[in-house]
């Protein structure tokens, strides 16, 4: 069967033309599909084109690519994930695919799920948020606990002992025990310090760790945050006489762990706000996303290559965003933490706004694509369906934003 369906390619490569001039494209599109890379055969279709791409549904493109030397046995004739630039022409019979990443097929998981966000506000403790829907939600009396899904994991041969115990990390929203004297009619510093207090004289893990003010969520709650060396971060939210923990238990030895389930804790804090007690049924309908009125286009000097030293990074990793339908690729090691506007990436964990980020992506705000500068930020705007995405940073960024940028693709239906 498969050798039916190379004569096949081979077959229908020869019908066309020996040297194609390509027009303007119809149509042009950033797409990621998994497939093999084969050979172009003996015909010639155009100049650029090296290569055919069929994809595992068995759709035949043309391919060619700048970054890859698509011959290398590290891609040829294996099954990898592709990504770039689809194309289509009215005097070529196939669409025309510019790759510009390749990475190792994912593995074919049959019974997993597509993650998505999900809306949550609690009548009893007045307060919502937003979490992935692959972690699982609990509640005891005094608290709400989200469990992080556990990882995937070789089936342990019969009889056999595992190796180590799989311990999950987690997040937990509380009601402390604590009657707060200050409120919002006295002084900032004092109703730090009252805090403070508390937290000394009831979480003895706590005792001798820096802490920090910073204010969280939409609606900017004062907040005071614990940090440990095990991964864990404690935040303390004052409502009125009452105190809230909202906290990341890092348990699993994963670095990996860490870091994917590092980024929910922070894209949940962003989401956090109190509501009125008695009010909300557990999951809600997520709200429509806000309309941003478009800013001016700032004149700035166009820019055509990066200029000076730059950063790279050797591997990307994906981000999937439910609510905004898109996804696009990030440096592995690296946190994000998102918002109504866009999104903020950094080597730390950002978990509120007042978090230091090294690069930033910001919706709507250009009309014009391209490259631009300003001082010493950077800046990369494309529009993909529809949609206008503007990746800024320090300069020495350039390449590692166009790659963010490049990356983007649109996962609206229809």
């Not at 990475?103 to 993650?115: C, I, L």
């Not at 090294?358 to 949609?387: A, P, Y």
């Amino acid at each position: 069967m498969k050798t039916y369906r190379i004569l096949l390619v081979c077959a229908l490569l020869l019908t066309a033309c020996s040297s194609t001039k390509l027009n303007e494209p119809l149509t042009r599109d950033y797409e990621t599909t998994v497939g093999e890379f084969k050979s172009l055969g003996s015909g010639k279709v155009a100049e650029i084109i090296t290569h055919i791409f069929e994809t595992e549904g068995g759709e035949i493109l043309y391919a060619y690519s700048d970054r890859y030397d698509l011959d290398s046995d590290d891609y040829f004739g294996l099954e990898v994930e592709a990504y770039g630039v689809l194309t289509t022409y009215e005097n070529l019979d196939k669409p025309l695919f510019e790759v510009k990443r390749i990475t190792d097929a994912p593995e074919k998981d049959e019974g997993s799920e597509e993650v998505t966000s999900v809306s949550y506000q609690d009548p009893d403790f007045g307060f919502s948020m937003s979490y992935p829907s692959n972690w699982t939600l609990s509640t005891t009396p005094n608290s709400v606990i989200l469990t992080a899904p556990a990882p995937a994991v070789e089936e342990e041969a019969e009889g056999s002992e595992l190796s180590e115990i799989r311990v999950l990390d987690s997040i937990v929203i509380a009601r402390t025990e604590a009657a707060l004297e200050k409120t919002t009619e006295d002084a900032q510093e004092d109703r730090v310090t009252e805090i403070r207090d508390f937290v000394a004289g009831e979480y003895l893990a706590l005792v001798g760790i820096e802490n920090e003010l910073t204010y969280i969520g939409p609606d900017r709650l004062l907040s005071v945050r614990y940090k440990t060396g095990d991964g864990d971060t404690y935040s303390f939210i004052p409502r009125g006489e009452e105190l809230f923990e909202l906290s990341y238990y890092h348990e699993s030895v994963s670095d990996e762990d860490r870091l994917t389930n590092g980024n929910v804790f922070s894209s949940l804090v962003s989401s956090f706000r109190f509501t009125p007690y008695g009010e909300g049924e557990g999951v809600v309908e997520a709200p429509e996303e806000p309309v941003k009125e478009e800013e001016p286009v700032k004149e700035e000097e166009p820019v055509a290559e990066p200029e000076g030293e730059q950063v790279s990074f050797p591997s990307y990793r994906e981000l999937t965003s439910a609510p905004f339908e898109f996804t696009m690729s990030y440096p592995s090691n690296w946190y994000y933490s998102g918002s109504n506007t866009g999104y903020v990436f950094g080597d730390e964990a950002i978990e509120d706004e007042n978090s230091p980020f090294i690069l930033k992506l910001e919706f709507n705000l250009r009309l014009v694509g391209g490259v631009t500068r300003s001082g010493d930020t950077v800046s990369i705007t494309v529009e993909v369906d529809g949609r206008s995405y503007t990746l800024s940073g320090p300069a020495e960024y350039q390449s590692v934003l166009q790659t963010m940028a490049d990356s983007i693709t649109s996962t609206k239906e229809g």
